[in-house]
């Protein structure tokens, strides 16, 4: 009973490389989505994904890729990382039956540090 | 766009007491869902509770129960009989749920209440 599945749970980084987020779900869930989490901000959306091959951005989308191959994954790609970069980020995912069910399961989160 | 405004940064209680979290939120919204989040230490973000905006009655679930005032855009979380599992962040997040795709633009959050429970 995985859930929602993030790896790596920790990374660092240097300014201008490049690395992926993975986000894996066995709940055949329809939406994916990734969010970042700041000190003293909460948590704001970055891209969404409401089925494979489609997706969107979020609040918060500059500097960062995404592609939905497979139900299942969600990749979130920085092409280049910068230290405003540095964030903990969060892959959630739900059904959708032409809206989002009403509740998100998360990921554990991923900390990631760029220098 | 929607806010959310958690107006206590931080509060700290005796084990076995009563406490309550603020949210207030703004939206032009009718239809939407109101939830509350709890991070522990451990960063995981567990759903506490959540409220569909059509129904009146207040959600409960054990120990966790909301004052849901949609007039006044309020949506307060109290916990009874509080225990020490309870120390975590707290959020409360807005998602709408009218329209083509409603709520695929995801959950707006609010900046959260650090919930500190004192043996």
């Known amino acids: 009973n995985a859930g929602v599945t993030q790896t790596p749970k920790f990374q660092v980084l240097k300014t201008g490389q490049s690395m992926t987020l993975q986000c894996a779900q066995d709940?055949?869930?329809?939406?994916m989505s990734w969010y970042r989490q700041d000190p003293g901000m909460g948590l704001r959306l970055i891209h969404y994904?409401?089925?494979?091959?489609?997706?969107d951005q979020g609040e918060v989308p500059n500097g960062y890729n995404v592609s939905r191959s497979t139900t299942e994954d969600f990749p979130l790609r920085l092409l280049s990382a910068a230290p405003s970069q540095t964030s903990v980020y969060f892959c959630a995912s739900s059904f959708f039956l032409g809206l989002v069910a009403g509740e998100l399961f998360f990921g554990e989160g991923s900390r990631l540090t760029v220098l | 766009a929607q806010t959310v405004t958690q107006s206590q940064p931080e509060m700290s209680v005796q084990e076995a007491e009563t406490v309550t979290l603020s949210c207030t939120y703004d939206?032009?919204?009718?239809?939407?869902?109101l939830f509350w989040y709890k991070q522990p230490p451990s960063r995981q973000m567990i759903l506490v509770i959540r409220?569909?905006?059509?129904?009146?009655q207040n959600a409960t679930e054990n120990r966790f129960s909301v004052n849901f005032q949609k007039a006044a855009k309020s949506f307060s979380l109290k916990i009874s009989d509080s225990q020490l599992g309870d120390t975590a962040m707290y959020f409360c997040?807005?998602?709408?749920?009218?329209?083509?795709?409603?709520?695929?633009?995801?959950?707006?959050f609010g900046k959260g209440t650090h919930l500190i429970i004192q043996p």
């Open positions: 939206t032009s919204e009718n239809n939407y869902y």
């Open positions: 994904s409401v089925g494979a091959g489609i997706t």
């Open positions: 409220q569909e905006a059509y129904k009146q």
């Open positions: 997040a807005f998602m709408k749920h009218s329209g083509g795709g409603g709520g695929a633009d995801g959950l707006t």
């Open positions: 709940m055949n869930h329809e939406y």
